[in-house]
């Protein structure tokens, strides 16, 4: 983690140095941002050794991702980590969330809006419950995935009508 910081605050320290600009520097940051996300997500669910989907691993995830977020917060920079690093954030707060009950399932479709229903069925069924959690039921795994993309088709739906209505005022007025 250190690691990861000192890259930040050199990359930063260097690109003040040599004057860049502050809007070429929100993207570079943007797309290292959006780079850590993505190579993390993809080491939580692609390797099966160690199995990072542990409430503990979701418990540590999301204590660097906050340090990480507080470093981006004093350079300025907290729009483009929260926007970026949302799904990661997401992912953390799943995996050491409660996910046992059916009641679970409106929490997880609420708090995790930016995972799409292959990754919440991947971190789902990967995840290992510690010792004194009950192990997650497949029938919450698919009601979690149901919804997830239940919500998905409705927001397409209203993107949908927002174009329709969009075409039909402009095609009766125009």
């Keep these: 983690m250190f690691q990861v910081l000192s890259i930040l605050t050199n990359t930063m320290a260097l690109l003040r ?7 070429l520097t929100i993207q570079l940051f943007s797309q290292l941002f959006h780079f850590i996300n993505m190579w993390v997500f993809n080491r ?35 729009l483009a980590a929260d926007c970026h690093l949302a799904r990661l954030s997401q992912a953390a707060m799943l ?21 799409n229903s292959l990754q919440l069925r991947a971190l789902l069924e990967k995840y290992q419950p510690t010792p004194d959690e009950p192990k997650i039921p ?18 397409m739906a209203g993107i949908y009508e927002s174009f329709a209505l969009m075409y039909y005022f402009y095609s009766v007025c125009g």
Aim: hydrophobic share 45%; aromatic share 6%.
């Design 138 to 155: 497949q029938d919450l795994i698919d009601n979690v995935v149901a919804v997830s993309v239940v919500s998905l088709v409705s927001w």
């Design 44 to 78: 939580i669910v692609v390797d099966s050794h160690p199995n990072y989907c542990t409430r503990v691993w979701g418990v540590r995830l999301k204590r660097r991702l906050a340090r990480i977020e507080l470093w981006a917060e004093k350079q300025g920079l907290e």
């Design 17 to 23: 140095r040599c004057r860049v600009n502050a809007a």
């Design 95 to 115: 995996l050491h969330s409660q996910k046992s009950a059916p009641d679970d399932i409106a929490t997880i479709s609420s708090t995790c809006f930016k995972l």
